[in-house]
């Protein structure tokens, strides 16, 4: 069975901080994804990563794939409110079907 | 990507009642997903659905209580049948591109009396 290990689980911090999500798992993916999710709408995708040491950037936020293609982070670089929300990572490996991390609600306090 | 909508976006039902959730999408897609979601965690996959098949479920959801239909390329229904407490949740439907990404629907959120 595929698992996806995503933590902290929940994460509550004031705004101009820093802060990181991983997973992890001890399988390889062909791709991760992180989607971030507000209340009353779906998932929606901030990036995927594709290639084993690869680091994206979107704004604030930095997405890396480990090297061996089992685990990613995600960074979030003095965090605003607007960051608030459920972030989820996602593994493809090879099938259709996406495996879910457990997610990580996180509240940017101003 | 896709635009997706999903009809209700909410709605309260009672306790042995059925309930059919509309997925639209603006364009033509071969697969389409449907979840389920507790406010505030993560997915589960009840099943997936290609045009012209059955639905594939995962293990813990049956056809009899989760009835799926994929009439065309751009639209599927999930009907949440004889609902009890238990079934009151988020309900997402999904389309997967070729990079495996997904793109959803904005949910519907079902609560059962």
């Known amino acids: ?110 | 990507s896709a635009v997706i909508s999903q009809k209700p976006s909410r709605d309260i039902c009672q306790r042995g009642t059925s309930l059919t959730i509309q997925c639209q999408v603006d364009s033509q897609v071969t697969m389409m997903f449907w979840y389920r979601q507790q406010p505030g965690q993560s997915l589960t996959l009840i099943a997936t659905a290609n045009q012209g098949s059955e639905a594939t479920y995962e293990s813990g959801f049956v056809i009899d209580k989760f009835p799926i239909s994929r009439p065309n390329l751009t639209f599927s229904t999930l009907t949440v049948s004889n609902m009890s407490p238990e079934d009151s949740s988020i309900y997402l439907c999904s389309v997967q591109t070729s990079r495996d990404e997904q793109f959803f629907g904005p949910g519907t959120r079902l609560t059962v009396l």
Do not use: M
């Not at chain 1, 680091?55 to 982070?73: C, E, I, N, P, W």
């Open chain 1, 1 to 110: 069975t595929q698992l996806l290990e995503q933590s902290p689980q929940f994460l509550s911090i004031q705004e101009g901080e820093n802060l990181t999500v991983y997973c992890n798992s001890s399988s390889v993916f062909s791709s991760l994804q992180w989607y971030r999710q507000e209340p009353g709408e779906g998932p929606v995708l901030l990036v995927t990563v594709v290639t084993g040491g690869e680091v994206k950037k979107l704004k604030r936020l930095t997405f890396q794939f480990g090297d061996a293609r089992k685990d990613s982070s995600l960074h979030i670089t003095a965090a605003q409110p607007g960051d608030t929300g459920l972030y989820l990572c996602a593994g493809a490996w090879g099938n259709y079907q996406l495996i879910w991390g457990a997610g990580t609600k996180l509240i940017i306090k101003p």
